[in-house]
């Protein structure tokens, strides 16, 4: 099946630092990537869908400029935490679609475990 | 808003049993429904899809019932095994105008399922 893969599995960092989460689609071009993040207890929370070669779209209540998303080429999304606060610290995972795919299963990477101290 | 609700946050259940698994949602416009496995720390797995305008899919051990008139579906793992023990989300999507989908999805919260052996 489809792979998608994401670095780092984890991450600690200072306060104020940012930090930058890659997910790979390993063996498919994926124009549009999705960011998820999940609380401890709680569900998947879509972030923003990234479009590549265009703007992310963001959630409502998600900070663009807190969270950058860089879609630069068919098989990279980046997201970038800037200034990282304790708050931030999150398990955060990226998936991918197959272009066409019509019933539009996600495939999704391994998620990367942000502790922000 | 929570559009898609676990009510119930764990499940526990003896191996060879049935485990059923439900989920309840308040958008009527959702189109298609999908069941993910979660184990920690990694991204979640897809296993079993139902359209909107079906009320049973069968893959295996799994099965998914929809019940649009009560906006609820279950999953049912028959019959169930440790290795079954997992975070299960369900989750649904919206098609757009042209029939298909982007993949974003929206989850519930998840429900921790045990299998004793």
């Known amino acids: 099946g489809a792979v998608v893969s994401q670095h780092p599995s984890w991450v600690i960092c200072k306060s104020g630092t940012s930090v930058k989460i890659e997910c790979r689609s390993l063996d498919f071009q994926a124009t549009t990537m999705f960011w998820y993040r999940q609380f401890p207890k709680q569900s998947l929370m879509l972030m923003a869908t990234s479009n590549e070669g265009s703007k992310a779209t963001y959630e409502q209540g998600v900070e663009k400029d807190k969270f950058l998303i860089n879609h630069a080429s068919l098989t990279l999304s980046t997201l970038t935490v800037t200034s990282a606060h304790p708050e931030d610290s999150s398990f955060y995972i990226c998936s991918a679609t197959i272009p066409g795919s019509v019933t539009g299963e996600l495939f999704f990477g391994e998620g990367s475990r942000l502790t922000v101290l | 808003d929570q559009q898609v609700k676990q009510n119930s946050p764990s499940l526990s259940v003896q191996e060879g049993r049935i485990s059923i698994l439900n989920c309840d949602y308040t958008n009527s416009m959702f189109d298609y429904f999908l069941w993910y496995k979660k184990y920690p720390a990694e991204g979640p797995t897809f296993l079993i899809s139902?359209?909107?305008?079906?009320d049973k899919n069968e893959d295996g051990r799994f099965t998914v019932f929809l019940n649009k008139s009560a906006k609820h579906l279950s999953l049912h793992i028959v019959p169930s095994q440790p290795g079954d023990s997992a975070v299960y989300f369900c989750a649904a999507m919206r098609f757009n105008a042209g029939g298909t989908s982007y993949g974003k999805l929206t989850f519930g919260q998840g429900t921790i399922l045990t299998v004793h052996p």
């Open positions: 139902i359209s909107s305008i079906k």
